[in-house]
């Protein structure tokens, strides 16, 4: 395992040196899960819900995050992100919604923690706009898919 990057040799907390990495094209896919009771998926499903839509209100909220991560998540550098979407797809079987994200640039650094706060704030949105009535729903799986570009090449999770 590779040492942990934001440590200094005192172990005191620092913001990586990007600067002499060469810029590549970077980037991330993330996903969760938001379980809930059958009930609730209909009602978002069928724009039942009170607060409005809300897989296109958690869309937005999860491509706003994702380009407010280095106000989110102490020592990200702030990057110039080419492309952000999010995706979320009902799933009876669970029942519940699958929200993925895939975050883009052109730069010295990695945009995993960018799809990463998409989906973590797609999937909070969902919940606030459901909570009145199902207030059991689950935020879980939260994980990196895949990454590509940079030093450290690709990355790819198992199933």
């Known amino acids: 395992m590779s040492e942990l ?5 005192s172990g005191e907390a620092n913001m990586v040196d990007v600067g002499s990495k060469a810029e590549t094209e970077r980037v991330a896919r993330a996903e969760g899960l938001v379980l809930m009771q059958p009930e609730t998926l209909s009602a978002i499903i069928e724009g039942n819900a009170k607060k409005g ?17 280095h106000d989110l998540i102490p ?17 009876p079987a669970l029942p519940g919604l699958r929200v993925s994200a895939v975050a883009q640039v052109n730069g010295k650094t990695g945009v995993e ?13 969902i919940y606030d706009m459901a909570k009145a009535v199902d207030r059991s729903m689950t935020i879980t ?7 590509t570009g940079g030093k450290s090449g690709t990355y790819q999770a198992g199933n």
Not at 53 to 68: C, E, L, P, W
Not at 75 to 91: A, F, N, R, S, W
Not at 113 to 125: N, P, Q, Y
């Open 5 to 9: 990057t934001h440590l200094g040799a």
């Open 53 to 69: 839509d809300v897989i296109a209100t958690a869309r937005i909220a999860g491509i706003m995050a994702a380009k407010k991560t």
């Open 75 to 91: 020592l990200c550098h702030p990057l110039l992100l080419t492309k952000v979407g999010v995706e979320i797809e009902p799933d």
């Open 113 to 125: 923690m960018e799809a990463l706060t998409a989906v973590s704030v797609a999937c909070l949105t």
């Open 141 to 147: 799986s939260l994980r990196l898919v895949e990454k």
